[in-house]
T-cell receptor, first 119, second 117 residues
């Protein structure tokens, strides 16, 4: 259990186009999903917290108009990189929080990531 | 101040030996959770082990155990009987508070473990 999928696993696009990345929790419902960005040989940087049925909460420095997040259902969150530029090239990883036991035991399970390359 | 500190950028271990990956954390919360994730070259983040701040016993999951020393604010990961497949990047992470699902994780900078045959 606790499987999270991401689609696509990699994408190459031209500068100025928009790219949509999907994150799905396959065998559990997740009211909260998280989007991270990871540069080569660096740690994960939280971009935003996505809550089902409400607006995402963005971290400081992350442009909400550039990185659109939609958490349409308890199993699906999407990240759209609008008007992508080469500096947006990165590894994008989503996670979904699943309650493992009592309060406070929820664990984030991660998708396999999406490698975005903007030419 | 960094919430999670991993001071070992890289570690080497002989196959079948045990290895300890260090992690210290900084929080003023009484309720928090500590996690270890493994990231192989494929990029996916694999959940390994969890320790709650109120858990009195160290967490164990198969060959993984977490050496939790609350007073020292350390949560070291111990991998016993290392295997070649253990070669990967390992991240320590912390969640502050016990609000279910809503709290993001703070990640350390990671430790690259290489298992030598």
């Amino acid at each position: 259990g606790a499987v999270v999928s991401q689609h696509p696993s990699w994408v190459i696009c031209k500068s100025g186009t928009s790219v949509k990345i999907e994150c799905r929790s396959l065998d559990f419902q997740a009211t909260t999903m998280f989007w991270y960005r990871q540069f080569p040989k660096q740690s994960l940087m939280l971009m935003a917290t996505s809550n089902e049925g409400s607006k995402a909460t963005y971290e400081q420095g992350v442009e909400k108009d550039k990185f659109l997040i939609n958490h349409a259902s308890l199993t699906l969150s999407t990240l759209t990189v609008t008007s992508a530029h080469p500096e947006d090239s990165s590894f994008y990883i989503c996670s979904a929080a699943r309650l493992a036991g009592g309060a406070g035991t929820d664990t984030q399970y991660f998708g396999p990531g999406t490698r975005l390359t903007v030419l | 101040a960094q919430k999670i500190t991993q001071t070992q950028p890289g570690m080497f271990v002989q196959e079948k030996e045990a290895v300890t990956l260090d992690c210290t954390y900084d929080t003023s919360d009484q309720s928090y959770g500590l996690f270890w994730y493994k990231q192989p070259s494929s990029g996916e983040m694999i959940f390994l082990i969890y320790q709650g701040s109120y858990d009195e016993q160290n967490a164990t999951e198969g060959r993984y155990s977490l050496n939790f020393q609350k007073a020292r604010k350390s949560a070291n990961l111990v991998i016993s009987a290392s295997q070649l497949g253990d070669s990967a990047m390992y991240f320590c992470a912390m969640r502050e508070g016990f609000q279910t699902g809503a709290n993001n994780l703070f990640f350390g900078t990671g430790t690259r473990l290489t298992v030598i045959p």
